[in-house]
C-alpha cells in the first residue's frame, strides 16, 4: 500500500528564506508526482507535476525535482514571501488503480 | 472559465436525511473523483470515474453512492449520513480518463452531520 510522508507538518521561516519541502513515498511505481497548495477553507491548486520519468519540473520561483528510485521528492521555494504562507501537500499517482495518495501536507508560514 | 464546482459550499443536516452533493466541471474530462478531508488523516479518495457511467471504488467508499450519467456531472450521494460522515468533501477533475495528470479541484463542501 502506497503511503507518503511528509515531514515537518508544520515550518516558520522569515521572508525572503530560501527553503525546500520534503514528500517521501514507499512504492516508486508511479506515475507522476504532484505538488499542491491549499489555503485555509479553500480547495486544492496544483502547483507542479512531474512525470514519473523526469527529474525536475520548475514554474516562477518553485522547482520540485523526483528520485524515483529512492521515493523521494522536494519542493524548493525561493526567496520565500508572506504570501507563500499555505498548507503544501504532495500526492503520487499509482497507475494500477487509478489512485492518487496524498501526504497530510506542510503547513508553511512566511513571517515578514 | 474553467472551473470544478461543488455545491452546496456548506451543509448541515441529521442523521439519516438523504443528500447529494453536486459536482460539475466544465473542461471536459475523462477522470472525476471525490476525497474527503479530516484532521490528521488527510485527503482519502472515496470513488472514481474514468468516464461515463464508469466508476469504481477508492479507499473509503463506505457509506457513499456516485453516478456518472453525464460527463461534466459526477454527484456524491449519501444515503444514510452518519456523524462519522462530517468531513470536507472536495470533487476533482483531469483531462485524462485514467487520472494521469494535472488534477483540478473544486472549492470543497463542508458537511456536518448531527
Known amino acids: 500500500k502506497q503511503e507518503v510522508t511528509q515531514i515537518p507538518a508544520a515550518l516558520s521561516v522569515p521572508e525572503g528564506e530560501n527553503l525546500v519541502l520534503n514528500c517521501s513515498f514507499t512504492?516508486?511505481?508511479?506515475?507522476?508526482l504532484q505538488w499542491f497548495r491549499q489555503d485555509p477553507g479553500k480547495g486544492l491548486t496544483s502547483l507542479l507535476l512531474?512525470?514519473?520519468?523526469?527529474r525536475e519540473q520548475t514554474s516562477g520561483r518553485l522547482n520540485a525535482s523526483l528520485d524515483k528510485s529512492s521515493g523521494r521528492s522536494t519542493l524548493y521555494i525561493a526567496a520565500s514571501q508572506p504570501g507563500d504562507s499555505a498548507t503544501y501537500l504532495c500526492?503520487?499517482?499509482?497507475?494500477?488503480?487509478?489512485?492518487?495518495?496524498f501526504g497530510k501536507g506542510i503547513t508553511l508560514s512566511v513571517r515578514p | 472559465e474553467a472551473q470544478v464546482t461543488q455545491n452546496p459550499r456548506y451543509l448541515i443536516t441529521v442523521t439519516g436525511k438523504k443528500l447529494t452533493v453536486t459536482c460539475s466541471q466544465n473542461?471536459?474530462?475523462?477522470?472525476m473523483s471525490w476525497y474527503r478531508q479530516d484532521p490528521g488523516l488527510g485527503l482519502r479518495q472515496i470513488y472514481y470515474?474514468?468516464?461515463?457511467?464508469?466508476?469504481d471504488k477508492g479507499d473509503v467508499p463506505e457509506g457513499y453512492k456516485v453516478s456518472r450519467k453525464e460527463k461534466r456531472n459526477f454527484p456524491l450521494i449519501l444515503e444514510s449520513p452518519s456523524p462519522n460522515q462530517t468531513s470536507l468533501y472536495f470533487c476533482?477533475?483531469?483531462?485524462?480518463?485514467?487520472?494521469?495528470?494535472?488534477?483540478?479541484f473544486g472549492p470543497g463542501t463542508r458537511l456536518t452531520v448531527l
Open positions: 512531474i512525470q514519473s520519468s523526469q
Open positions: 512504492d516508486s511505481a508511479i506515475y507522476n
Open positions: 500526492a503520487v499517482f499509482t497507475g494500477a488503480n487509478s489512485k492518487l495518495t
Open positions: 473542461m471536459n474530462h475523462e477522470y
Open positions: 470515474s474514468m468516464n461515463v457511467e464508469v466508476t
Open positions: 476533482a477533475s483531469s483531462l485524462w480518463s485514467a487520472g494521469a495528470d494535472t488534477q483540478y
